[in-house]
């Protein structure tokens, strides 16, 4: 059996996909290592093994990612080729939806935004709030990296505690902004404010800008569907926390089931679409 490997070589985490032909993933794996190149190296392995395959099973591998460029030439003399990381984000978004246009929020280290459709997939910007912003802003708040740890603290905070909401400086009734929006994230932190509310606090913070700049992003368009991907959309809480925001912004925010691997996903896919390869 031949495969394609789509890797997926990002600023914190690598994501391999193995394809067994277009329709056809057969497994993916995430793995974190300190450097790119033993992540990308970790992660063939890793995948290989665990598909009951060798390196003689793979046709090609395929590169997206801010470390796609490290990777000089040919991986194990198999045909190595790179793609561009915002037309993978695009195309693995569309895929995984079956929508044929929509913004696709990457949420990973930081985070980025592609105008997707069939035709093309257009990077309109980005932001540096994301993951990173919430494992750098927890390492001193909370005194916790680990990602697990931090939602896990969230889950018992309440954002009470620390977020200025709008029903907290006025008591008129606005009709854009109904009273529970928040004014300001951490605009309103109690000295009895624990580690948990801080957690909560740093999520919900990093979903209402990502999601309020989607949003923006779709004033003066069609899109009413806005695809949300990358590890940080995959966590436990970002569907409540962005559905609040699609509320006022009248979107919905859609979080396939691969978020994680979208990126990869259309790496892979465009393998199969020769002229996209760089
Ligand atoms: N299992 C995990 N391991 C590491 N980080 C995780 C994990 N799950 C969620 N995260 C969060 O996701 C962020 C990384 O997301 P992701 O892996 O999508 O980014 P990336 O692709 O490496 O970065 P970028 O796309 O910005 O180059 C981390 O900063 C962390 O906040
Ligand atoms: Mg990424």
Redesign the pocket.
Known sequence: MKVILGV????????VVAFEEKQRVLDCL?V?AGDQITSLYGAIGHILYKCHLTLRDVEAFVLT???ATMVKGDIYGIHTYRVK?FEAIGRGALELTGLKETLVV???????FVMASEKECRHIGGSGV???????L?SRLLGET???A??AAAEKGSLRQVDLAICDISNEEIPSLPPHVTAANFGKVESTATKEDFALGLLNM?FETVGSLAAFACKNTEIREIVV???????PMAQKYLDGVGMLHNVKFIIPEQA?FA?AIGAALQYFNLEDRI
């Open positions: 997926d070589i990002g600023g914190s985490t690598t994501k995430q974190r990612g801010v470390g990381e990457s949420v990973g280290t930081g985070t980025a994301g993951g990173g912003t919430l494992t750098g927890a680990h990602i697990d931090i939602v990093v991907t990358g590890s940080v959309a995959a966590l994680i990126t």
